[in-house]
């Protein structure tokens, strides 16, 4: 099974694969708009708040998983049958892509992949766009469920004290609680090591080598063995940490709820500063 298929790969390959294209970031709702402007040819627009996300809540995060049902109807509507291969894209390494790659494998597909170094990558190795809609034929995928690890927050939260890794990867600012631009508090869950999730990438937006995320991730402690699990500010970035981890060979579980779950319950112990522990617990 393979996380990541190269642009020349795919510029190579003979099959078709269902192609998604997954253009969003935080704030920024120009995604449809982009990807009708320009895209790899016979792309499906994906949109992940409403498509790959039950509607938010204080008690589930700002993107809780979408119902088994709910996926595989979407997966349907991209076109997607039983058989077929998927790529995910997006114009962000992956970022917002990994989402899409992880609920498809998390909803029990085994042939689904990352375009490494997405839309840039297609156009450096020479691969050409199209602009418009694309509305496929309806797919006829069964999606099981089970595929991919996950754990809940008190899982999550549980894991450093017991022998195991807790990553966070958002932007180290909001991890030592210095800015919080989205949810209700700032700082990091106590024990918590932080792990931006950009820093798996080159500096053109692909993953690192394997075996440069391997002896990353070895010096967070997340290493072949060890239980290790991520969270993001809502569950997206950390599916792209999953997907790192994955080429590193370390097997990883998602934390849906991630921070803006944990931070909505005042009860919940709040970390800041730059170490796991923090400054200790604070309001």
Same mark, same amino acid.
Request: proline share 10%; charged share 15%; net charge negative.
């Given at each position: 099974?393979?996380?990541?298929?190269?642009?020349d790969?795919?510029?190579a390959?003979?099959?078709?694969?269902?192609?998604?294209?997954?253009?969003?970031?935080?704030?920024?709702?120009?995604?449809?708009?982009?990807?009708?402007?320009?895209?790899?040819?016979?792309?499906?627009?994906?949109?992940l708040?409403?498509?790959l996300?039950?509607?938010?809540?204080?008690?589930?995060?700002?993107?809780?998983?979408?119902?088994?049902?709910?996926?595989?109807?979407?997966?349907?509507?991209?076109?997607?049958?039983?058989?077929?291969?998927?790529?995910?894209?997006?114009?962000?390494?992956?970022?917002?892509?990994?989402?899409?790659?992880?609920?498809?494998?998390?909803?029990?597909?085994?042939?689904?992949?990352?375009?490494?170094?997405g839309?840039?990558?297609?156009?450096?190795?020479?691969?050409?766009?199209?602009?418009?809609?694309? %509305?496929? $034929? &309806?797919?006829?995928?069964? !999606? @099981? +469920?089970? *595929?991919?690890?996950?754990?809940? /927050?008190?899982? =999550?939260?549980?894991?450093?004290?017991?022998?195991?890794?807790?990553?966070?990867?958002?932007?180290?600012?909001?991890?030592?609680?210095?800015?919080?631009?989205?949810?209700?508090?700032?700082?990091?869950?106590?024990?918590? %090591?932080? $792990? &931006?999730?950009?820093?798996? !990438? @080159? +500096?053109? *937006?692909?993953?690192?080598?394997? /075996?440069?995320? =391997?002896?990353?991730?070895?010096?967070?402690?997340?290493?072949?063995?060890?239980?290790?699990?991520?969270?993001?500010?809502?569950?997206?970035n950390?599916?792209?940490?999953?997907?790192?981890?994955?080429?590193?060979?370390?097997?990883? $579980?998602?934390?849906?709820?991630?921070?803006?779950?944990?931070?909505?319950?005042?009860?919940?112990?709040?970390?800041?500063?730059?170490?796991?522990?923090?400054?200790?617990?604070?309001?």
């Amino acid at each position: 099974m393979s996380t990541l298929v190269g642009a020349d790969a795919l510029l190579a390959a003979a099959g078709h694969p269902v192609l998604l294209d997954v253009r969003w970031a935080l704030g920024d709702a120009r995604g449809r708009e982009q990807y009708l402007a320009r895209h790899l040819p016979g792309a499906v627009f994906v949109d992940l708040d409403a498509e790959l996300a039950d509607p938010p809540s204080p008690g589930a995060g700002r993107h809780p998983l979408p119902s088994l049902p709910r996926l595989q109807s979407a997966a349907r509507r991209w076109g997607i049958r039983s058989g077929d291969a998927v790529v995910a894209y997006d114009d962000s390494g992956g970022l917002a892509a990994a989402r899409a790659w992880w609920l498809l494998r998390w909803g029990g597909l085994t042939d689904v992949r990352l375009l490494d170094g997405g839309l840039a990558a297609w156009v450096r190795a020479g691969g050409e766009l199209e602009a418009g809609d694309v %509305v496929p $034929a &309806p797919g006829d995928v069964v !999606l @099981t +469920g089970g *595929g991919m690890p996950v754990v809940t /927050a008190e899982e =999550a939260a549980a894991l450093p004290a017991s022998g195991g890794v807790l990553l966070d990867v958002r932007a180290a600012e909001r991890y030592r609680g210095e800015v919080e631009p989205v949810d209700p508090r700032a700082g990091h869950v106590p024990g918590a %090591v932080s $792990a &931006p999730a950009p820093g798996a !990438l @080159t +500096g053109e *937006g692909t993953f690192l080598p394997a /075996a440069d995320l =391997a002896v990353r991730f070895a010096a967070l402690g997340a290493v072949p063995g060890r239980p290790v699990a991520a969270y993001c500010g809502s569950g997206v970035n950390a599916a792209h940490a999953v997907a790192a981890l994955e080429v590193a060979g370390v097997p990883a $579980a998602l934390w849906p709820g991630s921070w803006s779950q944990w931070s909505a319950d005042p009860g919940r112990p709040v970390a800041t500063g730059p170490d796991p522990g923090g400054a200790g617990p604070v309001p």
